[in-house]
């Protein structure tokens, strides 16, 4: 009986197609110190199937060989990491590429990252099918009166962040635990009403 266990194949989990966002507003789940999963609504997830542009390539040469890619989707932004001989999956990506990638979701000094399994080149197009994909399967919105809390919230963060030179989008994303969507959706209201100004992509200030 052990025997037939022991020869059964692990079973794989799912890689789920997922935002950005969704990623970041997910709820981080540890056994211990180490990332059991992420809760995001009924699922639990540890393998994420993403397609994002890349903003930022890092390489490090030497005898510890580390490389990172930074995505982003316009839902917030998440870095892919790989260390030694794995460094070379990425020789052919560069900044501006879209890319699809499968992976673990892995979690050091509290910030979320992905060890890739799989990294495809993609069309530009394909960012615009996966956003497509995610919105078909979701909750189109909040009610009004939770967006109205919401909007209070952001604005609380904004302010709140003024001292640090600003808020981080994606950090609001995580902390927020609402929809992403809902959340970018009323960031573009208060950089409309002026309200609100980016000093660069994914970081908000307040004007008031």
Do not use: C
């Not at 025997?3 to 890689?15: I, W």
């Not at 879209?98 to 399994?117: A, D, H, M």
């Not at 573009?188 to 994914?202: D, H, I, T, V």
């Amino acid at each position: 009986m052990n025997e037939q266990l022991t020869n059964q194949p692990m079973k794989r989990n799912v890689a789920y197609k997922l935002r950005i966002g969704n990623v970041l507003g997910g709820k981080v789940i540890l056994d211990g110190e180490r990332f059991k999963h992420l809760e995001i609504d009924d699922k639990k997830v540890v393998r994420v199937n993403i397609i994002a542009n890349v903003v930022d390539k890092f390489l490090q040469e030497g005898e510890k060989k580390y490389a990172s890619l930074t995505l982003d989707d316009a839902t917030g932004q998440l870095r892919v990491k790989l260390f030694g001989e794995d460094v070379e999956k990425i020789n052919k990506l560069n900044q501006g590429d879209t890319v699809l990638v499968i992976g673990l979701l892995r979690i050091w000094n509290n910030e979320l990252y992905v060890t890739p399994e799989i990294m495809k080149n993609k069309e530009p197009s394909y960012l615009l099918v996966r956003k497509l994909e995610i919105e078909s399967e979701q909750p189109k919105s909040i009610g009004k009166e939770a967006v109205a809390v919401l909007k209070d919230k952001i604005i609380a963060m904004v302010k709140e962040a003024e001292k640090d030179g600003g808020v981080d989008i994606g950090k609001m994303i995580m902390e927020l635990h609402e929809p992403p969507e809902v959340i970018n959706q009323e960031v573009r209201k208060l950089l409309e009403e002026g309200m609100a100004y980016e000093p660069r992509p994914g970081k908000l200030r307040y004007l008031g």
